[in-house]
């Protein structure tokens, strides 16, 4: 069972080599890393072109739309192994993370072809922040936190390519919501997601990502009201 790393990147120079080679050193030469550039402005393409001398199965591509969402769908409807993992480009994958999520789809892929697992929070810096994010971020796996919380984190998310590009191009996209709870929530319906634990990243948590978590009431419970209507719409589809 092989993998497609996926990382979507735009101007993080000062952090993409780290996240590139904390993913890359994990890959066989069946494997393949995607990186997709949305139009970078400073030295990022330049750093993953470099790299994608060192390590072969490293493919880079262009997407310049200025769409974070777009840009990782693209990526999925782009990878050619059995499994997708996330690797956003300003966080370290920690040493066991594809072995161990190779042998949760190995032994359970049937049951759950989506992984959503834990992680460590740092800072910009590195600092470690928070030991646990699903404890931080109140990552719980029943439908009323989901609904209420931010649930369903890209970064730490891993699932079945073929299952997943299925989704991604059924319609979901008249939905103003992130790719991450698009995804998430249509695993969570059918029951195929799994909560793991185990601590597999770094999550690198900004300045912007907080101020961001600070927005006015009426733009949240929008969301939410919206977050409602899609679990409605992704539970009346045959999404098996």
């Known amino acids: 069972m092989n993998v497609s790393a996926l990382m979507a990147v735009f101007n993080r120079e000062e952090t993409v080599r780290d996240a590139i080679e904390s993913i890359a ?28 001398q060192k390590y072969h ?7 310049n739309r ?3 969402d777009e840009n990782m769908f693209n990526l999925i409807n782009n990878s050619t192994k059995d499994i997708c993992i996330i690797c ?14 190779k ?5 359970y892929g049937d049951k759950y072809p989506c992984l959503y697992h834990n992680a ?21 796996n029943n439908l009323f936190n989901s609904l ?35 995804i998430g929530f249509a695993y969570k319906k059918t029951k195929m997601i799994k909560f793991d634990s185990t601590i597999l990243l770094q999550y690198r948590r900004w300045e912007d990502n907080i101020s961001k978590s600070n927005r006015p009431f009426i ?21 098996q």
């Open 25 to 52: 050193v994990q890959l066989t030469d069946e494997d393949e890393l995607i990186i997709s550039d949305d139009g970078s402005t400073d030295n990022t393409l330049n750093i993953c072109e470099t790299l994608a």
């Open 57 to 63: 199965f490293i493919k880079i591509l262009r997407f």
């Open 66 to 68: 200025k769409n974070v």
């Open 88 to 101: 956003d480009s300003d966080d370290i994958s920690l040493p066991n993370r594809v072995h161990y999520i």
């Open 103 to 107: 042998e949760h789809f190995l032994k």
């Open 120 to 140: 460590m929070v740092i800072d910009k810096f590195g600092n470690v922040t928070a030991k646990e994010f699903f404890f931080s971020f109140k990552q719980r």
């Open 148 to 182: 209420i919380k931010s649930t369903f984190f890209g970064t730490c998310m891993c699932f079945n390519a073929e299952k997943t590009k299925k989704l991604i191009n059924s319609g979901i996209n008249n939905f103003n919501l992130a790719r991450d709870k698009k």
């Open 219 to 239: 733009d949240k419970l929008m969301e939410k009201l919206v977050t409602l209507q899609y679990y409605i719409y992704i539970k009346r589809r045959n999404f």
